[in-house]
């Protein structure tokens, strides 16, 4: 049995909300196949072929604008848990949500769908959760415009 001092131990400790996984989107980027945008407003989808990618109505999109929307995709992360189990998802803008954003990739025949309600007042957030998880969290503001 032996004795340490608390704060020779605090710099291995870690608060266990740093250990979540914090990425948005838990896809790689070569493996997406398809990007669909749903809002209130209107949608668009993106579907990668051969040549490149190619909006929904089959026209070529130019390869700088889908990198930097990827690059955006793959850096999307949470920004803080507000609620881990919600009983009311209409007071967060997700009943229905505002926008859905689906990914499809070559590893699972369904989508990942991130659910994002309102702009937050004066901030560049959104709440949001990731389908199939419970929690509503924040997310910085994600371009939901067609590259």
């Known amino acids: 049995l032996y004795a340490v001092a608390k704060e020779e131990l605090e710099p291995w400790l870690t608060d ?6 914090m990425r948005a989107v838990l896809v790689s980027r070569s493996e997406i196949t398809k990007i669909a945008v749903t809002q209130t407003d ?7 072929g051969d040549q490149g ?3 929904g109505t089959g026209i070529e999109r130019p390869a700088a604008a889908i990198e930097t929307f990827l690059d955006q995709l793959e850096s999307l992360r ?7 189990t919600p009983t009311d998802l209409e007071r967060y803008g997700l009943s229905p949500p505002m ?3 689906a990914v499809w990739t070559t590893t699972s ?10 702009l937050l007042e004066g901030t560049k957030t ?13 997310f910085q503001t994600f371009p939901t415009t067609l590259p």
Do not use: Y
């Not at 266990?16 to 996984?21: H, I, V």
């Not at 209107?42 to 990668?48: D, I, N």
């Not at 949470?78 to 881990?84: C, D, S």
């Open 78 to 84: 949470i920004a803080e848990i507000i609620e881990e």
């Open 126 to 138: 959104r709440h949001g959760r990731i389908d199939g998880r419970s929690a509503v969290c924040t």
């Open 99 to 101: 926008v859905e954003l």
């Open 16 to 21: 266990w909300k740093a250990l979540r996984q």
């Open 42 to 48: 209107g949608s668009w989808v993106l579907e990668k």
């Open 53 to 55: 990618w190619k909006d």
């Open 109 to 118: 025949a369904t989508p990942h769908r991130l659910l994002l309600g309102t």
